[in-house]
């Protein structure tokens, strides 16, 4: 139980700062699908992939005081901030579970958008579809997001850089 804790800890210890819970579930199922070692389960949700499995693992490790929630007020909705305590750094220090050295593309992926993040997720999680049955999930499931066929061309292109440099074929 407490080495998927820690897995979550060692995401935070190698990007620092995450930005949004929406980018958090996008970027944990993303590594999820390069075949990092995440086992949440997903289902598809109103902004994609979604775990409540990892919404409460982030609840639990919040009270523990192991990440640093901030919540700001933007304009007509809250934000929140993650970054790992100090609590949390010596609670991974005293723990054997090591993430494999991640940390270049957990934060090319930390450095996208949320909402580019929402469409990879999204593309990804209809990836046994063919690219045209994807591009109709996209406006249909997506009809509010505005997608473009453009910036869905854009995720097929970053998904495949993200699996070169992962060595994972798809």
Do not use: W
């Amino acid at each position: 139980m407490l080495q998927e804790h820690c897995k979550l800890l060692a995401v935070f210890k190698q990007t620092g700062e995450i930005i949004g819970r929406k980018k958090l579930q996008k970027l944990i199922y993303i590594a999820k699908k390069l075949e990092f070692p995440f086992f949440e389960k997903y289902q598809f949700h109103i902004y994609g992939p979604y775990s409540e499995e990892l919404n409460l693992r982030m609840e639990e490790i919040c009270s523990l005081s192991f990440v640093e929630e901030v919540k700001e007020k933007k304009s007509g909705y809250y934000q929140y901030r993650y970054n790992l305590s100090s609590k949390g750094e010596e609670f991974l220090s005293l723990s054997d579970y090591e993430l494999p050295e991640t940390k270049a593309l957990l934060n090319e992926l930390n450095e996208q958008s949320s909402r580019f993040l929402e469409l990879v997720s999204t593309v990804l999680y209809f990836e046994y579809l063919s690219r045209e049955e994807v591009e109709d999930k996209v406006f249909t499931l997506k009809a509010k997001q505005n997608y473009t066929s453009e910036e869905i061309g854009k995720a097929y292109e970053f998904i495949s850089g993200l699996r070169e440099k992962t060595n994972i074929v798809s």
